[in-house]
């Protein structure tokens, strides 16, 4: 699958995923990188620790990067919560999920093993 597809498929999964809450704000940041990318997603949805817990689980499941290929068309089909965040787990090298003033944000980082996450971070207002 070509990066741009791959891209715009996580921000569309996950996009589906947050809105299903129905928050009344959603920003998505993208950086990306040569050998990688961050992409960041916050919402002002209430969530549980439960979901939390549950959506880090599904989030940094075993990877299947051998499923990349088949991604888009299983994308196709109408998942809904944690079914699309394992889907999301498996493409990504790792997710942090954190809470925020009244939401979440959740970091994908994507690359090879020479990607640095740390050079992608959204600075925290202090």
């Known amino acids: 699958m070509k990066r741009r597809e791959l891209i715009t498929h996580l921000i569309s999964e996950i996009s589906e995923y947050i809105l299903e809450s129905d928050p009344m704000r959603m920003v998505i940041s993208l950086?990306?990188?040569?050998?990688?990318?961050?992409?960041?997603?916050?919402?002002?949805?209430?969530?549980s620790?439960?979901?939390i817990e549950r959506m880090e689980r599904d989030?940094?499941?075993q990877k299947r990067p051998e499923l990349s290929g088949y991604y888009g068309a299983m994308t196709d089909?109408?998942?809904?919560?944690?079914?699309?965040?394992?889907?999301?787990g498996w493409q990504v090298k790792h997710t942090d999920i954190t809470r925020i003033d009244k939401g979440i944000k959740i970091d994908f980082w994507l690359?090879?093993?020479?990607?640095?996450?740390?050079?992608?971070t959204i600075p925290e207002n202090k």
């Open 49 to 51: 620790d439960e979901e």
């Open 77 to 88: 089909h109408s998942f809904m919560g944690t079914a699309r965040l394992s889907l999301l």
């Open 31 to 47: 950086h990306q990188e040569e050998d990688g990318l961050h992409l960041s997603v916050m919402d002002d949805a209430e969530h």
């Open 111 to 120: 690359g090879g093993d020479r990607f640095d996450s740390r050079k992608f």
């Open 59 to 61: 989030l940094n499941s």
